[in-house]
């Protein structure tokens, strides 16, 4: 480990499973990090409790670390204990999520934010090839980064361009004793099978293999650079200061800028982006629905259509289903109803409920909830949008305001013979509360988990 990497920090944390890898990149560390003065060094240790060795291995890094301190070494140990159930993507991807959750949580704990990973040249061309055979995107291939800040932490992989054979040569050359994962062994997992079966294979066919995948996934990373770049260019110049794309300005660019752009767009609004299926899906839906100026929504994603622009709207999640066409069907009964003390009220006809919400301003009083009449649009209803303004048509307003066709889909409210509540639009202003009196406004939440409706909403507080 070069010093020239350590100087200037006050704190570096290197993760530590006590496996030959990273037990190797902590001894080197701590190490170099003897000549830094001032430097202090912190192995963060995560222990998954997936194996009947996982005490084990934490006494190793913790007994590993003791030791070396006695030496002089600048060095010391933070434990995190995770649980990894698998949420479906499998184990492999519920303990890495984990783990970075855990060593991110602990590094800036420690006052670090730089976290060294033991990656090196062989780990760098089995990930290539395991994109390779998923199907994975140019960003896939270009494998790991030997940096990348995420979540406010710098995750530095020193050893990326470092064959294997030099990290044996250091463990043999201090006497370091790494422990031995079992799972290593198991064929469970697809980078094992990778390791035991197809590699000794693959390079006994090809001996530059490691090397030569290493590089490629290089040449990738920088191509990639460049791509994101003129992407990202691209996204800004058709998306407005809420996130929306002009879906008009996007549909006429090529087919493979019209993916690219769906997936860095998805990026922003979810992080981890959508499935290529996904993408595909819209690249094609999208434009054939602008060419017949039809609105749409994917519930599953949270996105929808409405007047050119393409748009998050809630939370995504789920399975893919189809564009739900607009409007919903609505019940045409109109009941008196009142609004109960916990502030929701169920609808089951509408599929959904009344959520009455403190506001500051722009409510009404909880006495105006009480013998509300509900029901579905009729026609001709008058809406106020603020003091002094003009009533005027509801479908005037709904335009006005670029209200999509799928968040009007709710009951209207009506307080005596004048509206109340709107979907979309909000409280009437011929019903709001004076300035400084409590007051409440209405949000209409639909059923189903692709509005992340929750049935067990926490209560208001309403008057006594």
Known sequence: MSTTVLEGLAVVAVACSGGRDSLALLHATASAARDVPGLAVVALHVHHGLSVHA???????????????????PVRCMVRRVQCADDGRGVEAAARAARYDALREMAQEAGSERVLLAHHRRDQAETVLLQALRGGSAAGLAAMPREAWRDGICWI????????????????????????????????????????????????????????????ARRLADAQAVVDQVV????????????????????????????????????RAGGAGWSSSWVERLADEVPALLARQQPARWAALGVSLYRGRLQFNAPGGGQPAPAVPLPLACPAEVVTLSMPPDGTLRLPAWRGALRAEPVSAQGVPWSALQGMRVGARAGGEQFQAGPGRPARSLKKQYQQAGVPAWRRAGPLCWQADTLLFAPGLGMDARHWAAEGVPQWGLHWVPDGPEYGTDTGLPPVLVPR
């Open 55 to 73: 005490d084990a291995w934490q006494a190793h890094v913790e007994h590993c670390c003791a030791a070396w301190a006695k030496r002089g070494l």
């Open 157 to 216: 992989r020193p050893w990326l361009g470092h064959p294997r054979q030099a990290i044996d040569a250091y463990i043999a050359a201090h006497g370091l004793g790494p422990v031995e994962d079992d799972s290593n062994d198991s064929p469970a997992f697809a980078r094992n099978r990778l390791r035991l079966a197809v590699w000794p294979a693959l390079t006994q066919a090809f001996p530059e293999a490691e090397a030569a995948l290493a590089a490629s």
């Open 232 to 267: 990202t260019g691209a996204l800004s110049g058709l998306t407005d200061d809420r996130g929306s794309l002009d879906a008009a300005g996007w549909a006429r660019l090529d087919a493979p800028m019209r993916r690219l752009m769906l997936v860095k767009w998805s990026q």
